[in-house]
């Protein structure tokens, strides 16, 4: 896929919902498409971050790991959604491991490229920070409510089909 | 009303589904979203959803927690068993309502809350030449307490429902997301400006995702909430279950998310 069809792509694509065309072309020019086999790492905890990945197809998994259990399941990336901030940020390390769960074709751009490109557009580079900035919220929410555990019969009354007066 | 246990089955470490025949004259057939009082004499009733088919051939199902002494009984039922039936009460989903017709339906379940939306469900694929797009989401604590992973596996499988689970935590072989529900909401097929929403779960759980929905552009009043509140009465007397304006018994449980938004935000003291 060459640069103009990743332009084409990226127009698409709710992340970069309203960047003119002129800016997507800069962010097009770092990009490269990828197609990954199911079970592929595509990046280790603590190893260097110096790219991140628009998925258009398939899904990835954030693990880690500890004592006892090779792969902890944190959460999953699938289509239309951003891999990877690490590279945006010092010290330019990954804090978890991916890994492919299915076959993915993603978009993956070149980080080292893309902080530069953003160091000399200004203007460009604040509008990216902020987009990279709100996924990061939003990721944080979905992981409070997660660490929340809502699911669980002691979060406020209950489900909707349960209610005992005396379960309070 | 006296009903007897024909059958029962357990979904999780403490959800229990139980199968009612009727022991005498039957209640009306509740509609989806629709609830029962299910009593047991000497340890007292509660609110349980329908959760099976609304049918006049079918018999009562009701799935339920063991969250206190009441639910717990009503779990620990054998076949043969009786147990006392009031109601059908509430207010339902509105399924025969025309404006549905032709409508892309987004079904969001958390945790137990999928119980209440099964009979939705069920009537989705009875009826399903009558919608368009229909994604059922679903989010539970962990793959083992997911209700119904037969039938969610079936469903998905038919194509007939665009189907889309996520734990909080699971192990490495876990096939589907990992995640809260709420994550789940871009994976909605079908165009917002004709979708309904169904959400049903525990009412933080309900906050978010009905944000999540509004958001992503679906109107507000087209999100149906399935409140739960207090139930004792089942007629909107005894004010148990009030919520501002609504005794949720008799105005809810299902509700739209434009009505009662403000009402959700409402601290309790």
Known sequence: ?????????????????????????????????????????????????????????????????????????????????????????????????????????????????LRRLFETEPRLGYEMLRRFTQLAIDRLQATRLQLLDLYGPRVGPGPVAVFDDDAR | MRYRVRAHFRETHDVVTVVLDPAEEPVPVPRPGQFCMLWLPGVGESAISLSGRSHPDEPLVHTVRAVGPVTAALCALGVGDEVGVRGPFGRDFGLDDPDLDGADLAIVAGGLGLAPLRPVLYRVLDERDRFGEVTLLVGARAPEELLYPDELERWSRSGAVAVFQTVDRAWPNWPHEVGVVTQLVPLLRGRVDRTWAFVCGPELMMRYAARSLVGRGIRPERVLVSLERNMQCGFGLCGHCQLGPFFVCHDGPVLEWSRVESLMAVRER
């Open chain 1, 1 to 113: 896929m060459d640069e103009q069809a990743i332009l084409e792509l990226l127009a698409t694509e709710v992340f970069f919902a309203g960047v003119t065309r002129d800016d997507l072309a800069r962010v097009a020019s770092c990009g490269t498409q990828v197609h990954l086999p199911a079970g592929t790492v595509i990046f280790r905890e603590g190893a260097s971050a110096d790219a991140c990945w628009l998925v258009l197809e398939g899904r990835v998994s954030l693990e880690t790991h500890a004592p006892g259990h090779p792969s902890l399941r944190l959460s999953t990336i699938g289509r239309d959604q951003i891999l990877g901030w690490s590279w945006l940020f010092e010290p330019y390390r990954w804090h978890f491991d991916a890994r492919a769960l299915d076959e993915v074709a993603a978009v993956a751009f070149d980080g080292p490229a």
